[in-house]
């Protein structure tokens, strides 16, 4: 089957670009209006953080896939199955084992331990000040990198929808200014859904949110199949063939473990590569600060378990269908069209929804229609998630940093909050400003450093503090700066910021690490730091350990 060179620039009109922009700005009025009402509701720091405890399993379960499912999910693991094939399926596989991690370590626990932050699980049996400001640290770092990719991924669906490639212009923009003007906008609206909304507005945006990317993933799934009368083997084949790689694309090595003649060293960092992505990836869940707090927002640990349950099941529904979204769009769009529009390949799940159209629901207007919707839903999916990593950060600087260590936890409830709101303005600041220059990378990439950064800083010190009971404070700050400061520190000097064509900073080469993830070396630092730091100091508290053993396994004393 011929693939379907269509890019929106060539199949647009301007009735279709009004219509994506209608779309798109009735789900903003919506997803407003639910945010302007669920500010009505939060009148309490209980409200803001947690949603008021009120949510249950399904409810949260929606809203932890509606987090979880990102622009990385949707934009940026389509792109890596359509550009890499096999190679870029291992994300899908990856973020989902995740979450085994996430519920039989973490989830229960977590929620039978603490109120708000992560870092309440944390200081529960250490000195207060240190613990909540590495803490604090550790989550801000950790949510930046996120909203990077989160703002990248918008960044190119918007110069889709408009039209806008290279050489092209829309209101007197050009494709990198209205990139850059996208990205400032989506920065803004991430802002007002938390200042105004907290939790609960957050919780109720990204349970629509995840209703509708099931739908979408769903129908441009069964669209797909169709197309080849359900004969996976066709559709594999014509992937294959279109993507210009052969019968290379739907086996290893394309990305990661890339054998190089003649050159040992390189093949060996290759498939070390591959190592630390699925480390990072499987690691990662565990310790993402906008995923923790989510557990924080129902009544017992029972439901919390159970929302993880939800999760897996839509979350994984979710990674089956990008198999069928990436190889469709290898087969039906071509890789040439898709890295034409994008050269990281974050457009080719929306090219492959106008492709679809044109074909099923009758020419251009068509496959406008169906790019609007799905572009609406992949805007919901990076407006509902930058909520919660804004949230999530926000909420640290405040409850953590504000109220616990400049306060001393003399800080009143509304003191609180308002800090945390500020801190939503200045996080949200400086991610815009970084979005700018992580333009050329690949969102489900960007997103697997995040992963990294999370399971090196935060995962050690959560699993030691609920399981060790030698643990200490000294071992808590050791771990989380070790962990961090050795991953931020790694992706620094790597080829992911300078030395290589689809860096950062592709004119300048500083790099001498020469993995594209740090995983592998930071994650094992992170838990040794852990470990060092704990054994050089004295202190221990054996009492405030069994209490906390107590409160994590049944939830006595929990708030």
């Known amino acids: 089957m011929e693939p379907h060179f269509y890019l929106a620039a060539e199949a647009d009109t301007a009735s279709s670009r009004g219509l994506t922009i209608t779309l798109f700005l009735v789900f903003v009025a919506i997803t407003l209006g639910i945010t302007i009402w669920a500010s009505r509701q939060t009148k309490t720091a209980t409200d803001f953080y947690a949603g008021g405890r009120s949510f249950s399993g399904f409810q949260n379960g929606m809203a932890i896939g509606g987090d979880y499912m990102s622009a990385a999910s949707f934009l940026g693991i389509a792109g890596l199955i359509a550009l890499y094939g096999y190679d870029g399926f291992l994300y899908s596989i990856g973020f989902l084992v ?3 991690v996430a519920l039989l370590l973490v989830a229960e626990f977590l929620r039978n331990s603490g109120r708000y932050t992560m870092a309440d699980v944390l200081a529960f049996r250490m000195r207060q000040r240190p613990v909540r400001t590495a ?32 050489g092209t212009t829309f209101l007197g923009m050009d494709a990198d200014t209205a990139k850059i003007a996208t990205i400032i906008m989506v920065g803004a609206l ?33 669209l797909v199949l169709a197309t080849y009368k359900f004969n996976l083997s066709s559709l594999l084949g014509d992937a294959a063939e279109q993507s210009g790689k052969g019968s290379a694309f739907l086996e290893p090595g394309l990305r990661y473990g890339v054998e190089t003649a003649g050159d040992a060293a390189k093949t060996f960092y290759s498939k070390m590569d591959l ?32 929302s993880v349950l939800w999760a897996i099941g839509i979350i994984g529904t979710f990674y089956l269908f ?22 990281a390949g ?4 929306p090219q492959l929804a106008q492709a679809l159209g044109i074909d099923y629901f009758g020419g251009d207007t068509g496959g406008a229609v169906m790019l609007a919707v799905i572009a609406a839903v992949a805007f919901a999916t990076i407006l509902a998630v930058v909520a919660g990593l804004t949230l999530a950060s926000s909420s640290s600087v405040a409850h953590d940093f504000y109220a616990s260590v400049m306060k001393r936890g003399q800080a009143s409830e509304r003191d609180e909050v308002r800090v945390a709101r500020i801190a939503a303005f200045v996080i949200g ?10 333009q050329s990378l690949n969102v489900a990439f960007l997103v697997a450093l995040a992963f990294a950064v999370a399971a090196s800083g935060n995962l050690p010190a959560i699993l030691y503090s609920l399981f060790w009971k030698r643990f200490n404070t000294s071992g808590a700050l050791w771990a989380i700066y070790g962990g961090l400061i ?29 993995l594209s993830n740090p995983g592998i070396i930071s994650i094992p630092i992170g838990f040794l730091c852990g470990w060092i730091g704990t054994v050089i100091s004295k202190e221990t508290d054996e009492d405030k350990f069994a209490e906390l053993e107590v409160r994590s396994l049944t939830g006595f004393g929990a708030h």
């Open 98 to 100: 995740a979450w085994l």
């Open 322 to 343: 990008t198999l069928a979204l990436g190889f469709g769009a290898a087969a039906l769009v071509g890789g040439s069209a898709i890295t034409a529009q994008d050269k």
């Open 190 to 222: 991430m802002i007002v859904y938390v200042v105004v909304g907290g939790m609960k507005g957050t919780t109720y945006v990204q349970i629509v949110k995840a209703f509708l990317l099931m739908t979408g993933a769903l129908l441009m799934t069964l």
């Open 346 to 349: 974050n457009t080719a799940a």
């Open 135 to 166: 803490a604090s640290v550790s989550t801000i770092v950790v949510s930046i990198f996120y909203l990077i990719a989160q703002m990248v991924g918008a960044g190119a669906l918007v110069s889709l929808l408009l039209g806008i490639r290279p």
């Open 429 to 438: 600041a400086i991610s815009i400003v970084l979005s700018i220059f992580a």
């Open 486 to 514: 050795s991953a931020v520190v790694l992706v620094f000097f790597s080829p992911v910021v300078s030395g290589s064509a689809t860096a950062m900073f592709p004119d300048s080469d500083w790099h001498f690490f020469p």
């Open 275 to 306: 190592l630390s992505l699925g480390i990072a990836l499987v690691l990662g869940t565990a310790g993402l600060p906008h995923i923790l707090i989510r557990f924080y927002t129902v009544p017992t640990s029972k439901i919390a378990r159970k």
